[in-house]
């Protein structure tokens, strides 16, 4: 009787620090290294968003180039540029010679350094339309990116909705044996008794035995399980504190009619929703292939200084300002990758009505194995409680010596397999009602609330 009472001491005090789902769901979504990585993709996003506002800005730049040449051309360029060129630098110091002289002064000019210091900006005024949609597009980059971590968040919920509903499995599977053991015990004592007075046989003992040390064999299977579920929980979590869970986690929701809820689902599935960007961005990859239509407006700004040494006066100074406008007259490749961009808009619209379907026929398998889920958690009830009668008759009239210890054994291993089976069904119904919920395009917070 002690060992009893120490044995249920130890269990309550092994599960005596349960966790709720809510609260292994909120650790989970808070340190969940894809949810960390999506929302640096949107981060991302946002920045390709700022670099094409970056582009249409322009760009200024400060250069120095310097440079030591005897080359005529350069050389009488930085005299020019430097306004330091004399008649002497054209050559007409030897005028006199004629008109075909080549002169040295001119051809052969000493090496000089050259020190070009200036400022430039450069903006394109005018794209085609480019830039504009390419933006658009990256928009809705940023849009599917947030989408996308939308669904990976539901998508995480059903993963811990199931290790957890698998874990408090793990400990009913547990409890249920810690109560098969009990009860084998009691049978066995009773067994032994009985012998001692003669009533039943040594193998009415042994059988007791055998089946008492097949239960302690489930039992730490089952322990072992249960510890694995809690480890694949911490592992999801981040949280190896992890110790013990509560109850099965059930979504409960109104089920109205398929139709409803299909219009439910096309509502809230990502999916969906990802794909209508597709389709959208799809359409402005045609504008963005129509861009190389019209004609690219580009301007630059200049402001600088250039000398024979390093220098920053007026004297020296220059500007330049510049517009330049480029059309394409004839490319064909032009149209072909219109037509490649037309195509992808056509397959992305079939897409869509083809994930539409998907969601249709998902939605009618979701429903469906809930049905029978629901159906069959109701008959391992009524098989759980009948097979407990039976159990009860049978350790009665093996008190009365009207069966064998095989037949109460028997009976005693019907119940525990219909009690398994009872407490699997119940996980079953469970993963039903959040996968139906998955389907739904839904959290499961949502229906919570």
């Known amino acids: 009787m002690h060992k009893i009472y120490l044995s249920l001491l130890l269990v309550s005090f092994a599960y005596a620090q349960s966790v709720s789902f809510d609260k292994i769901l909120e650790t989970t979504i808070k340190n969940s290294k894809d949810l960390?990585?999506?929302?640096?993709?949107?981060?991302?996003?946002?920045?390709?968003?700022?670099?094409i506002d970056s582009v249409s800005y322009g760009k200024l730049s400060l250069s120095e180039e310097i440079s030591r040449t005897n080359h005529a051309g350069y050389v009488f360029n930085y005299k020019l540029s430097s306004r330091e060129a004399t008649f002497k630098d054209f050559g007409f110091s030897q005028q006199s010679e004629g008109l075909y002289v080549q002169p040295t002064d001119l051809n052969y000019p000493e090496d000089r350094n050259n020190f070009n210091t200036k400022l430039t900006y450069d903006i394109p005024l005018f794209t085609g339309f480019k830039l504009s949609n390419q933006k658009d597009i990256l928009k809705l980059q940023e849009k599917?990116?947030?989408?996308?971590?939308?669904?990976?968040?539901?998508e995480l919920e059903f993963e811990v909705l199931k290790a957890y509903n698998s874990a408090v499995v793990a400990k009913d599977f547990v409890k249920a044996l810690e109560k098969a053991k009990e009860s084998v015990l009691f049978m066995?004592?009773?067994?032994?008794?009985?012998?001692?007075?003669?009533?039943?046989?040594?193998?009415?003992?042994?059988?007791?035995?055998?089946?008492?040390?097949?239960?302690?064999?489930q039992l730490l299977e089952a322990k072992n399980n249960f510890q694995l579920a809690l480890a694949y929980l911490g592992f999801l979590s981040s949280d190896d504190s992890i110790t013990d869970v509560e109850n099965l986690e059930n979504i409960y929701f109104k089920f109205p009619n398929e139709k409803e809820l299909y219009k439910q689902a096309l509502e809230n599935r990502d999916e969906l929703k990802m794909?209508?960007?597709?389709?959208?961005?799809?359409?402005?990859?045609?504008?963005?292939?129509?861009a190389t239509y019209y004609p690219s407006v580009f301007s630059r700004l200049e402001y600088g200084y250039n000398d024979d040494t390093l220098t920053?006066?007026?004297?020296?100074?220059?500007?330049?300002?510049?517009?330049?406008?480029?059309?394409?007259?004839?490319?064909n490749t032009r149209s072909i990758e219109k037509q490649k961009s037309q195509i992808e808009y056509k397959k992305a619209n079939l897409n869509e009505e083809k994930l539409k379907d998907a969601i249709k026929l998902e939605l009618k398998k979701a429903m469906l194995n809930l049905g029978t889920k629901e159906k069959i958690l109701e008959e391992k009830i009524e098989a759980k409680n009948l097979a407990f009668d039976i159990l009860e008759q049978a350790k009665l009239q093996y008190k009365n010596q009207l069966i064998s210890m095989t037949t109460l054994l028997q009976q005693e291993a019907n119940y525990r397999k219909n009690e398994a089976l009872l407490i699997e069904a119940r996980y079953e119904k469970s993963l039903a009602l959040?996968?139906?919920?998955?389907?739904?395009?839904?959290?499961?917070n949502e229906e919570k609330n």
């Open 36 to 51: 960390q990585a999506q929302k640096l993709n949107i981060d991302s996003s946002k920045l390709d968003i700022e670099n």
């Open 144 to 154: 599917a990116n947030t989408i996308k971590y939308n669904l990976d968040v539901k």
């Open 188 to 217: 066995k004592n009773g067994a032994i008794a009985f012998h001692k007075e003669g009533l039943v046989t040594k193998i009415d003992v042994n059988e007791a035995k055998v089946y008492e040390s097949n239960i302690n064999s």
């Open 275 to 290: 794909q209508n960007i597709q389709v959208n961005a799809s359409k402005k990859n045609i504008d963005i292939a129509k």
């Open 312 to 331: 920053l006066s007026q004297d020296k100074d220059y500007y330049m300002a510049m517009i330049g406008i480029t059309l394409t007259l004839f490319d």
């Open 434 to 444: 959040a996968s139906l919920n998955l389907v739904l395009g839904k959290n499961i």
